[in-house]
């Protein structure tokens, strides 16, 4: 059941946390529509898992045939996998990184993408959505190469990808984060690893302050709401070592464990006795 995050009469933003089966095999991942008078977008529309579910999920509240835009964040499977069915399904067109632009289309049949991909270029864009237009804002190396965030200045929702991202069930995900202390041994690991770097996060900070944000909304967990639990989210991820701020060395090393691909555990090299 799609969750408002917010909606007027001409305009509606639905998140779609709970489509993928949690049997711990895939990672928990919303989706989102956006609908702006008779124009509708989706984004980051997912892998395969979610594809049926957030198909039929949408029909309830915008027609696809009508669906103008599938706005990716970046190119990984759990963001656009189910590219090849959306572009069979609906007449709408991939946005996403020029980064990306000519490797989107292995997700798909040949020809299905031909004329249907806007790249968008590294400084981002204003997209135009109904009466009003979505704010593609760079968010490069948070944690892809080419990735964007998208700002909706009619709800004041910043849809982060993987920034904000937090570990938790799908129906978890439903619950906005107010208090984002208690909420940070959540996101901690999952930042600490797939950020690039703290300065990439300070740059980021620098130019998100600008806007004027009711709430962060990732790709995976809950939202962030409200302006205390926001600027407390800004300051933590402005102060936070991550990435190849953490990496030495010791990172690069030749392996001596094994694989063993029947217990899918790690075995550490065999050592001579007395050795």
């Known amino acids: 059941m799609a969750l408002e995050l917010y909606r007027d009469k001409?305009?509606?933003?639905?998140?779609?946390?709970?489509?993928?089966?949690?049997?711990?095999?895939?990672?928990?991942?919303?989706?989102?529509?956006?609908?702006?008078?008779?124009?509708?977008?989706?984004?980051?529309?997912?892998?395969?898992?979610?594809?049926?579910?957030?198909?039929m999920g949408m029909t309830k509240h915008f027609p696809p045939h009508k669906l103008s835009y599938l706005i990716a964040s970046h190119a990984d499977p759990d963001i656009i996998a189910s590219l090849d069915r959306w572009m069979t399904s609906t007449k709408a067109d991939l946005v996403i990184s020029r980064v990306w632009e000519r490797f989107a289309p292995h997700f798909t049949k040949v020809g299905k993408t031909e004329n249907r991909v806007i790249g968008v270029p590294d400084g981002g864009g204003h997209l135009p959505l109904g009466r009003h237009e979505l704010v593609l804002l760079p968010a490069?190396?948070?944690?892809?190469?080419?990735n964007f965030h998208f700002y909706d200045p009619v709800s004041r929702i910043l849809f982060t990808g993987d920034l904000g991202v937090s570990m938790m069930s799908g129906a978890e995900a439903r619950v906005p984060v107010t208090d984002l202390k208690a909420h940070i041994p959540r996101m901690e690991g999952f930042h600490r690893r797939y950020m690039v770097s703290n300065k990439i996060l300070r740059l980021w900070v620098r130019m998100a302050?600008?806007?004027?944000?009711?709430?962060?909304?990732?790709?995976?967990?809950?939202?962030?709401?409200?302006?205390?639990?926001?600027?407390?989210?800004?300051?933590?991820?402005?102060?936070?070592?991550?990435?190849?701020?953490?990496?030495?060395?010791?990172?690069?090393?030749?392996?001596?464990?094994?694989?063993?691909?029947?217990?899918?555990?790690?075995?550490?090299?065999?050592?001579?006795?007395?050795?």
């Open 10 to 55: 001409n305009h509606a933003c639905l998140m779609f946390t709970d489509l993928i089966e949690e049997d711990g095999q895939a990672v928990q991942a919303n989706q989102f529509l956006i609908v702006d008078d008779d124009t509708g977008a989706i984004i980051d529309p997912g892998g395969n898992l979610a594809f049926n579910e957030l198909f």
């Open 140 to 146: 490069h190396f948070m944690h892809s190469e080419g």
């Open 209 to 275: 302050r600008q806007l004027d944000i009711a709430m962060l909304v990732p790709q995976h967990g809950a939202p962030i709401m409200g302006k205390g639990a926001i600027n407390d989210f800004f300051e933590w991820i402005e102060n936070l070592m991550c990435g190849i701020d953490l990496f030495d060395d010791r990172a690069y090393q030749i392996p001596t464990a094994h694989i063993d691909p029947v217990t899918r555990q790690m075995r550490p090299a065999l050592r001579a006795v007395n050795g």
